[in-house]
């Protein structure tokens, strides 16, 4: 008997790989916070977005991203998806492409955690290791020119420019959080990385709700421990960003996220990664000042890869 991993399914056209995935990306809970923060008046919701296929919100703009480049021909069986990411956009790839048959070449920094590059290469993905040093944006070097030098082998998704990024959280993310809340939101609140989440979901609900509020958060400092943000005024900013979509900017440091894994964990009931607390830490700080609102906040991931950090705290 032939083992699985030895079949192909050459009945199987990739858009109809594409299709199947669709109903388990997105739809997400919206999960009340109740015991750390305890208001009639004012509510706060995160919403869930580990609780999709590929465990992290980057799984609705990779989906988008590989859509969108299949429906115009930019991507086709015999190419590879390429990108640089060692977080959330890399595994999103990297589960999309076992599941759709799309080989998926990597760029990441060496230091990244054993336990991501393990899961990468758990779903085959052809990792390529940059320097220590150049970090992430050393990374993001290496595979353009990777596909400038072969660009028939690739398709280069660049997420840090490419609208389906953003587009993917105001198609998907911003009408479930309106839904979700019977049009109630009165401020939404979440961190930039590449800025997807908060432009796309911010413009969307902007559009539909005029006199919402929008407030983007940053790390308070450039050397910060909240994987998935990037500090702006120091890092390369990201060509899908836009600083007119909100309102406001603000700042969380890593300790008050750490301190918020911690608590969250306690009395919440939930394992929340980092950027989630730092979330949140944003959305208590804003519901102390407001006598009344609805606000809205992102948790992109749980805690479940960030051992090093789970071994600190707990
Ligand atoms: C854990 C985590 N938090 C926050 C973000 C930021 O989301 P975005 O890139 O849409 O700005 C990311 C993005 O990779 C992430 O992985």
Same mark, same amino acid.
């Given at each position: 008997?032939?083992?699985?991993?030895?079949?192909?399914?050459?009945?199987?056209?990739?858009?109809?790989?594409?299709?199947? &995935?669709?109903?388990?990306?997105?739809?997400?809970?919206?999960?009340? @916070?109740?015991?750390?923060?305890?208001?009639?008046?004012?509510? @706060?919701?995160?919403?869930?977005?580990?609780?999709?296929?590929?465990?992290?919100?980057?799984?609705?703009?990779? $989906?988008? @991203?590989?859509?969108?480049?299949?429906?115009?021909?930019? &991507? $086709?069986?015999?190419?590879?998806?390429?990108?640089?990411?060692?977080?959330?956009?890399?595994?999103?790839?990297?589960?999309?492409?076992?599941?759709?048959?799309?080989?998926?070449?990597?760029?990441?920094?060496?230091?990244?955690?054993?336990?991501? +590059?393990?899961?990468?290469?758990?779903?085959?993905?052809?990792?390529? &290791?940059?320097?220590?040093?150049?970090?992430?944006?050393?990374?993001?070097? %290496?595979?353009?020119?990777?596909?400038?030098?072969?660009?028939?082998? $690739?398709?280069?998704?660049?997420?840090?420019?490419?609208?389906?990024?953003?587009?993917?959280?105001?198609?998907?993310?911003?009408?479930?959080?309106?839904?979700?809340?019977?049009?109630?939101?009165?401020?939404?609140?979440?961190?930039?990385?590449?800025?997807?989440?908060?432009?796309?979901?911010?413009?969307?609900?902007?559009?539909? +709700?005029?006199?919402?509020?929008?407030?983007?958060?940053?790390?308070?400092?450039?050397?910060?421990?909240?994987?998935?943000?990037?500090?702006?005024?120091?890092?390369?900013?990201?060509?899908?960003?836009?600083?007119?979509?909100?309102?406001?900017?603000?700042?969380?440091?890593?300790?008050?996220?750490?301190?918020? %894994?911690?608590?969250?964990?306690?009395?919440?009931?939930?394992?929340?990664?980092?950027?989630?607390?730092?979330?949140?830490?944003?959305?208590?700080?804003?519901?102390?000042?407001?006598?009344?609102? %609805?606000?809205?906040?992102?948790?992109?991931?749980?805690?479940?890869?960030?051992?090093?950090?789970?071994?600190?705290?707990?």
């Amino acid at each position: 008997m032939q083992t699985p991993d030895l079949i192909e399914n050459q009945n199987v056209t990739l858009e109809q790989n594409i299709a199947r &995935l669709d109903n388990y990306i997105g739809h997400t809970p919206l999960f009340p @916070i109740q015991n750390l923060h305890t208001s009639e008046q004012v509510s @706060i919701f995160a919403k869930l977005e580990w609780q999709q296929f590929g465990g992290s919100v980057k799984t609705r703009p990779a $989906y988008r @991203i590989i859509r969108d480049a299949v429906s115009s021909g930019k &991507l $086709y069986k015999g190419k590879q998806l390429l990108d640089a990411s060692s977080g959330n956009t890399g595994i999103a790839y990297a589960h999309l492409g076992a599941a759709m048959g799309i080989p998926v070449t990597l760029c990441l920094p060496e230091n990244a955690s054993e336990e991501r +590059k393990q899961i990468l290469r758990a779903l085959d993905v052809n990792l390529v &290791l940059t320097s220590r040093s150049g970090g992430t944006d050393e990374a993001q070097e %290496v595979a353009r020119s990777m596909y400038e030098r072969q660009p028939d082998k $690739y398709y280069y998704a660049d997420q840090y420019s490419n609208p389906s990024n953003w587009k993917a959280h105001y198609d998907t993310t911003g009408p479930e959080i309106l839904d979700q809340t019977d049009y109630g939101i009165t401020h939404y609140i979440a961190g930039l990385g590449t800025t997807g989440t908060f432009t796309g979901t911010g413009r969307f609900l902007k559009e539909y +709700k005029k006199n919402i509020r929008l407030i983007a958060l940053q790390p308070d400092l450039a050397m910060h421990g909240l994987e998935g943000w990037k500090h702006l005024e120091t890092a390369h900013t990201p060509a899908i960003y836009d600083a007119s979509v909100a309102d406001e900017v603000r700042r969380v440091s890593t300790e008050q996220a750490h301190q918020l %894994v911690r608590l969250t964990a306690q009395k919440e009931g939930l394992l929340i990664s980092p950027s989630s607390a730092a979330n949140l830490a944003g959305a208590l700080e804003l519901a102390e000042e407001l006598d009344e609102g %609805v606000i809205v906040t992102i948790f992109p991931d749980d805690l479940s890869k960030y051992g090093e950090i789970s071994n600190q705290l707990f």
